[in-house]
Nanobody, 123 residues
Framework: QVQLVESGGGSVQAGGSLRLSCAAS?????MGWFRQVPGKEREWVAA???????KYYAHDSVRGRFTISREKNTLYLHMNSLTPEDTAMYYC????????????????????WGQGTQVTVSA
């Protein structure tokens, strides 16, 4: 069992930055970030495949503004130029499936989830 603990969320104004952290209790092959707004489905943001240091981003709206990184068992999400549309609960997820194809945006491939950290961006 892997425990994931997120931190770093908060309230910022549009254009601001935040850095989210996710501390894992042990090493895993793949770690990722998802976000969810009440009433909507959980949305994949980015993922990091540790064996090859591959980084994946969900779509153009975050690529270039968000950067995923990992240092040992801690995953980071550096978020710049935040907009109100980035407001959500951000969740860290992980799995121990070998192969970069298992490090995707499909939530069902992730076996372990954190409790989430809230990000609120005001206009």
């Amino acid at each position: 069992q892997v425990q994931l603990v997120e931190s770093g969320g908060g309230s910022v104004q549009a254009g601001g930055s935040l850095r989210l952290s996710c501390a894992a209790s042990t090493s895993t092959y793949c770690m990722g970030w998802f976000r969810q707004v009440p009433g909507k489905e959980r949305e994949w943001v980015a993922a990091h495949y540790h064996p090859m240091a591959n980084k994946y981003y969900a779509h153009d709206s975050v690529r270039g503004r968000f950067t995923i990184s990992r240092e040992k068992n801690t995953l980071y999400l550096h978020m710049n130029s935040l907009t109100p549309e980035d407001t959500a609960m951000y969740y860290c997820a992980a799995n121990n499936r070998w192969g970069s194809s298992a490090c995707s945006g499909v939530s069902s491939v992730y076996e372990f989830w954190g409790q989430g950290t809230q990000v609120t961006v005001s206009a």
